[in-house]
């Protein structure tokens, strides 16, 4: 499986952005992930399969939405309201196998390259 992710860039406080990640195989849960300079990676977003079922960490929520066509095998993550401490470089990543944890890293077998998005103030 290989996955790309793209739509980073440099944007204002407050400002939006779409984050894509395109699968060779939309399948089983998916998440986005993110790292920055002064934290380990850490878990932003999941959505199951079906994209019925979603996830957030709690600094997102409300201002970020995870959601997926499994006919184009993408995810998105659309991020509104962007602060400065949403700042990193952004992963998409695809679990191998259902009923796993989606908010774990180790959950996830299968990751992209990343994409950096930066947030000045």
């Known amino acids: 499986v290989q996955l790309q992710a793209s739509g980073g860039g440099s944007v204002q406080a407050g400002a939006s952005l779409r984050l894509s990640c395109v699968a060779s195989?939309?399948?089983?849960?998916m998440a986005w992930f993110r790292q920055s300079a002064k934290k380990e990676r850490e878990f932003v977003a999941a959505a199951s399969w079906s994209g019925a079922t979603t996830y957030y960490a709690d600094s997102v929520k409300g201002r970020f939405t995870i959601s997926r066509d499994n006919d184009k095998n993408t995810i998105y993550l659309q991020m509104n309201n962007l602060k400065p401490e949403d700042t990193a470089v952004y992963y998409c990543?695809?679990?191998?196998?259902?009923?796993?944890?989606?908010?774990?890293?180790?959950?996830?077998?299968?990751w992209g390259q990343g994409t950096l998005v930066t947030v000045s103030s």
């Open positions: 990543a695809q679990a191998k196998v259902y009923g796993i944890d989606l908010m774990q890293e180790s959950s996830f077998p299968y």
């Open positions: 195989l939309a399948k089983y849960g």
